[in-house]
């Protein structure tokens, strides 16, 4: 839930082609105070030896598979990943953009993050039930049912495709034991929350900052725009 | 996914400018759509033009080429002659039906061959339509049960579901199966052709119609225009007719359009309605009309030459030989069903008569068994062996001929076992066989008995007994016999050979003695002496065992005087081992080597087997 600022995009601009020196000394607080957030989310990054060990061993032949294979865990790559960006992203589908972000990039990490947080026990286990009956392909008037089994050899989405039927599960208990899942979403706020919001890092970090951070970028952003505002006043 | 786990912070909604950009992207886009609709606006035109210019040339000259199919096929059954007409007919029947001469010339191509009439094949084709309405089939199975049923194959009736069994179905001849079709569908076609679907399939054959018309024209104009080269070329000879036709069509609304904007033009522009109409209307078939009304009325439709008129005497001869072939088919056909029908009748009869003479055989049979059973010669001649017998036993007078006798009065028996044995496997009556297997066993026993030459008195008894009557056994005799036992004195028997002073002696001492057989007594007195002898050895035989227990009372009370020495036990003689007391022997040997001694006999006792229990206790 980002406090929405407007014209932050256009002080932005006008800092950099205006006043490069304020842009960066805003860019220096605002980075300054995602900082302390992305160290704590650092600090919540398992070692190596606290998940389980089949997670950090490189698969054999791994150069050669077809497909992307299951990332591997290394607790340092999880660090780096955790990172932080002053400058304005994108807009995203809704029409906004976010002059500050707080991001964990890598794929380990976000796995750390987020896995249990849909389903806690861990994917359902495929159901043997699942047939799917549907009519006979000779034309018109073939209404006769036929069913198939569904490909078990396949990888099923949505379905845990291990042999071991409690796999998820233990992943998931594994991760849990580490570090547990914490939803950022600010209390007080109408409907219910949703699992977008819910993490072991970053949002944790971020829920456990209570704003800080937040409040220090958007103090960050005024600063810079009084400064502007004093600075043209003063040019004019 | 990394790009979903963000914390956005201090965002800016910018939707607005976005959505604007979106809008103004839409419009330029739709503007430019339309441009390029203008642009393509003709290319498209003549696309589609040339679509239908290819299927409506594909669909002519496959109607072509149906139409010679069915021409030859009409001319392989002699009906060369009404080609012309059925082709009209076809027409004017897809026009009528909704069903496309696709279907309609296979089909009477298929009855035509059948039937060898054109006549009854179009009687066919349309009772073909009311069925295939009526009911589930499409109008090719319609074709094809008709065309089945024809030639007698009534099966395909069946998926009518007309509610006839499957004999009714298979006796019904083809004048019959045409009447019941007529009767349960007559007005089905029309019924149908009412329907949405009904006026769609006449929308589809008249659509199907002008495709091929124009096809055909096509056709013709690509043949004209390729001259020599025939239609080698006819894709890119359709596709520069069409793309011609669209663009003069697009010149003349540009001409009309430019026109119309001058001022004083409405001349112009009514000259050009007429023109669109009278190129509306012109067509070759339109000129070959016009041109047949500039001649008048013709007295003849085709031109008064000798070869036409030989064609035509030609035609109406090959009509009349035609239907007389098929009237001849048809005779042919009905004899056929007849005699058909005379040969399952002929068949059925047989099968009565043959019903009939079986049970008649049967019958005979019976009595020729009885018959047989009266005259025959091995009964006849066992019952006379067994009277012979019977004779012979009177005039025995020694057990050697009474046992011969009753050795072949016995085999005769079991011949007579062995031969109502096989009656009753005849006739494969069960009960009479088990009952017939079990005589024979039990004869096949006692003639067991009797040729073994150790016979007892008792099976010969047994045996008499069953060869005679039971009226024939002398009561008085039996009578006498068992008074003369009663008057026994049956002695207290004592075991042989053993002597007690304090008993009585032997029982056998002065028991009665039997006289031995000399082989001149009468059955009667075997029989009785035999009884005697039984009744004696039991009476011996208790006599034993009283004599036994009374032993063995002597022997107890003798045993109870050992007991005053410690080895006497209740259970001693019945297997329960000495009683506890035993004789105990102690030496006291106040010399030594006695003890030696012992010990060595008694180790030699051991090693030569003969082991004592208690050697090591001394």
Known sequence: MPTELEGAVQLRVALKRFAPDLSKETQTQMAAALKTVTTVARGYVPNDGQVLSGWTKTLSGADNFVYRPFPKFSSTEAKAGITYSTSPSKPNKNGFVALARILNKSAAGAIYETAGRKNAQGQPNFSQNDFIYRTGNNGPGDFQLYYFAQDRTTQRKGYNNSLNPNAGKQFIDNLNSTGQLVNARPKGLVGSPGRKLTGRLIFRAWAEDNGRANAAVIKALEKASAMFYEHTKRAA | ?618
């Open chain 2, 1 to 618: 996914m990394a790009t979903d786990l963000v914390v956005n912070i201090a965002s800016q909604f910018l939707g607005k400018k976005a959505f604007l950009d979106a809008d103004k992207a839409t419009k330029k886009l739709t503007g430019s759509v339309k441009s390029l609709g203008r642009v393509l606006g003709v290319s498209l035109s003549a696309a589609a033009v040339l679509a239908y210019g290819k299927a409506s040339v594909k669909a002519a000259s496959e109607d072509i080429k149906a139409q010679k199919l069915l021409a030859n096929s009409l001319k392989n059954v002699g009906l060369a002659y009404a080609s012309v007409d059925v082709e009209a007919f076809i027409s004017k029947m897809q026009s009528q039906t909704g069903v496309l001469d696709d279907f309609l010339r296979p089909a009477f191509a298929k009855l035509a061959g059948v039937t060898g009439s054109v006549t009854k094949t179009q009687e066919l084709l349309a009772l073909a339509f009311d069925v295939s309405s009526g009911s589930t089939l499409d109008y090719a199975s319609a074709v094809q049960l008709l065309s089945q049923a024809y030639v007698g194959n009534n099966k395909g009736l069946r998926q009518l579901d007309l509610g006839l069994t499957q004999a009714e179905i298979k006796a019904m001849s083809f004048d019959d199966v045409m009447a019941l079709l007529n009767e349960r569908f007559a007005g089905s076609g029309k019924a149908a052709l009412n329907t949405y679907a009904g006026q769609m399939s006449l929308l589809t054959v008249a659509s199907s119609n002008a495709s091929e018309v124009i096809g055909v024209s096509l056709l013709g104009a690509i043949d004209s225009l390729t001259g020599s080269d025939g239609i080698a070329n006819v894709g890119t000879d359709i596709e520069n007719a069409a793309k011609s036709l669209a663009n003069f069509i697009d010149s003349v609304v540009y001409l009309k359009e430019q026109i119309a904007g001058i001022p004083g033009a409405g001349i112009v522009k009514g000259a050009f309605g007429l023109v669109g109409n009278v190129l509306g209307r012109f067509s070759p078939q339109r000129a070959a009309e016009l041109l047949k009304e500039i001649k008048g009325p013709q007295p003849f439709s085709q031109p008064m030459t000798l070869a036409n008129q030989d064609k035509g005497r030609a035609n109406l001869a090959a009509q009349k030989a035609a239907e007389a072939a098929a009237i001849k088919r048809n005779k042919e056909l009905a004899a056929l069903a007849k005699s058909q029908a005379k040969s399952a009748a002929d068949i059925l009869k047989k099968k009565k008569e043959t019903a009939a003479l079986d049970k008649a055989m049967l019958a005979a049979n019976l009595a020729l068994g009885k018959g047989t059973d009266i005259f025959d010669m091995d009964k006849i001649q066992l019952n006379a062996a067994l009277i012979g017998q019977a004779e012979a036993l009177g005039k025995a007078t020694t057990g050697s001929q009474i046992l011969a006798i009753a050795n072949d009065v016995q085999r005769l028996k079991v011949k007579q076992d062995i031969a109502a044995l096989e009656d009753a496997i005849a006739s494969k009556d069960t009960a009479a066989i088990v009952k017939a297997t079990a005589k024979l066993n039990e004869d096949l026993k006692i003639l067991g008995a009797l040729q073994r030459q150790d016979a007892k008195l008792l099976d010969i008894n047994n045996v008499l007994a069953g060869m005679k009557s039971t009226d024939l056994i002398n009561l008085a005799n039996l009578q006498a016999a068992l008074d003369l036992l009663a008057k026994f004195k049956f002695p207290t028997l004592t075991m042989p050979g053993y002597v007690d002073t304090t008993t009585k002696p032997s029982p056998f001492v002065g028991q009665p003695v039997l006289d031995k057989l000399t082989g001149n007594e009468s059955i009667e007195a075997i029989l009785e002496y035999s009884d005697a002898v039984t009744t004696l050895a039991n009476v011996m035989a208790d006599t034993l065992d009283a004599q036994n227990y009374n032993d063995f009372l002597s022997l107890v009370e003798f045993q109870k005087k050992l007991g005053d020495f410690g080895g006497y036990s209740a259970n001693m003689n019945t297997g329960a081992g000495y009683g506890a007391g035993r004789v105990i022997v102690e030496i006291n040997d106040n010399t030594s080597g006695l003890i030696e001694v012992v010990q060595t006999a008694v180790q030699e006792n051991n090693r030569f087997g003969n082991n004592l229990d208690y050697a090591g206790a001394i």
